[in-house]
DNA sequence: TCGGCTAGCACGTTTGAAAGGG
DNA sequence: ACCCTTTCAAACGTGCTAGCCG
């Protein structure tokens, strides 16, 4: 097996000439997403953020801001979201750590999130932050309303997804550009357990302020349970210690290696690297292995993953090429960034030649010219990739979520098997004949082979 | 017994309609 | 009649809490 080390100096290479020439490449690989308000984040991740999930539904504090660049003005573009688990297992809080409790529950129905602003042009995207304001987290694996499911007590990231297409059923012709932020990690939880968190959440979200320390809350603090004080006291760090211990609980340190390797890389990383973009293609029949540019002369570039999922072509299909030069496993908790507020990810990979040309007889200008932008309502919910086929594995219904619309199907989407985490390290068995059956040919793979948003089998 | 989950609560922000003034 | 600003209430988001449940 390779290492990492030999995997990532393969990369560093120049790239092949199919990658680099052709004249759908155009842009390609220099879409660029910053994350806003990295330094919130940051605070967040240092101590371990945590995000609540409701049956309702929760939105997420911070919320994901984006900022995009490099981006064709006059192209359309979808933006999603869905939450990827970090691991496979299940954590609980003792001590003031996180600790693992046991392997990961089946996987709910994966969920993505559709950007209600999608499509737009990709001018639309850039002249302002792109907010996924409105992203709501639930428990209820029964939910109707379209939100992600997560479960709690498990450890998930935000993955980005650009996506060049005019509407949402031609996605499955275009490319992928997949962005995670190290930073955006988080455990799911029905309360909060770490109160330094809490602390955070109350001083950071304007929907908290009746909760802080200074505001009109005094009068119910005071009114506090004294049971419930005591119990609270039981744990170490409780409310307004955080002055007193400021240096992160972190996760156990002797729970969980994989995990806690990643924490330890956390320092290590810092000022390294923070975006992780994903470009991959399931539908290749087999993933060749991408050589990425030299690094944009940016201190604040990190490593990432970059890959590009594509789905084929209706005509001309030009074979994927993938750049991943960060093949550290599946955590991405371990990084962090410097940065001024911001942590971004330009590409270093070659423009490649991987979006057909848009079908001409298409009605509707997808390109410059005057095109007003569908209502939300058009497109706005959540893309449902629920398990669909028992009995074949890895095969899962697409559906269309809308608060305007009925469930629509999409049609079938290959995707992982329920339970099918990705193992802390990741390049075990089970892992790489994921791998395999995805057609990936190298072993440099992360848990975004594990989680396809879509599958080249389902086109 | 304990940890996780949930409903109800109080408090604050956001939002949009209505009212008023220029 | 139109536009802008202000006001206000409903809707919504938030963490806290007690109690339920497996």
Not at 16 to 41: F, H
Not at 398 to 403: D, E, G, K, T
Request: charged share 20%.
């Amino acid at each position: 097996m390779q290492s990492i080390r030999e995997l990532k100096s393969n990369f560093s290479g120049p790239p092949p000439a199919s990658m680099a020439a052709g004249p759908d490449a155009y842009l390609q690989g220099s879409i660029r997403m910053t994350l806003e308000d990295l330094e919130l984040w940051k605070t967040f991740h240092e101590i371990g953020t945590e995000m609540i999930i409701t049956k309702p539904g929760r939105r997420m504090f911070p919320h994901c801001k984006l900022s995009l660049s490099g981006l064709i003005p006059c192209a359309k573009y979808i933006l999603l979201v869905d939450m990827v688990p970090e691991d496979g297992f299940r954590y609980k809080w003792n001590k003031e750590k996180w600790e693992v409790a046991g392997k990961a529950e089946p996987q709910p129905p994966c969920r993505t999130y559709l950007h209600p602003d999608s499509p737009a042009l990709g001018s639309h995207w850039m002249k302002q932050s792109v907010s996924f304001l409105k992203l709501k987290l639930t428990n209820n694996t029964l939910d109707q309303h379209g939100h992600i499911i997560l479960h709690s007590m498990h450890r998930y990231h935000p993955r980005f997804h650009v996506v060049q297409a005019d509407d949402l059923f031609s996605v499955r012709w275009s490319v992928f550009q997949t962005f995670t932020f190290p930073e955006t990690s988080f455990t799911a939880v029905t309360a909060y357990q770490n109160t330094k968190i809490t602390k955070l959440k109350i001083n950071h979200n304007p929907f908290a302020k009746g909760f802080r320390d200074e505001g009109t809350n005094k009068k119910r603090r005071a009114n506090k349970n004294p049971a419930c004080v005591e119990k609270r006291a039981k744990i170490p760090g409780v409310l307004n210690e955080d002055s007193k211990d400021s240096s992160s609980p972190g996760f156990c340190q002797s729970s969980y290696d994989g995990y806690n390797g990643e924490e330890g890389r956390l320092v290590k990383r810092k000022d390294e690297d923070a975006v992780k973009e994903e470009r991959y293609s399931p539908w290749s029949a087999e993933r060749q292995q991408g050589v990425r540019t030299d690094s944009p002369a940016r201190t604040d570039t990190r490593d990432i993953y970059n890959t590009e999922q594509l789905v084929p072509a209706p005509a001309s299909y030009q074979p994927a090429h993938e750049y991943r030069k960060s093949p550290s496993p599946s955590s991405s908790v371990g990084s962090s960034i410097t940065g001024s507020g911001r942590s971004s990810f330009e590409p270093r990979v070659p423009d490649i030649a991987t979006v057909p040309d848009h079908d001409s007889s298409k009605p509707g200008p997808s390109h410059c010219g005057p095109q007003p932008l569908p209502g939300p309502q058009d497109y706005s919910g959540v893309l449902n990739m629920t398990m669909a086929q028992a009995g074949k594995p890895g095969v899962i219904g697409h559906h269309i979520y809308s608060p305007y619309s009925t469930e629509q199907p999409l049609g079938q989407w290959s995707g992982p098997g329920p339970a099918q985490y990705p193992p802390p390290h990741p390049l075990t068995a089970d892992y790489t004949s994921q791998a395999v059956h995805h057609g990936y040919h190298h072993g440099n793979v992360g848990e975004w082979s594990q989680y396809p948003l879509f599958s080249y089998s389902c086109w």
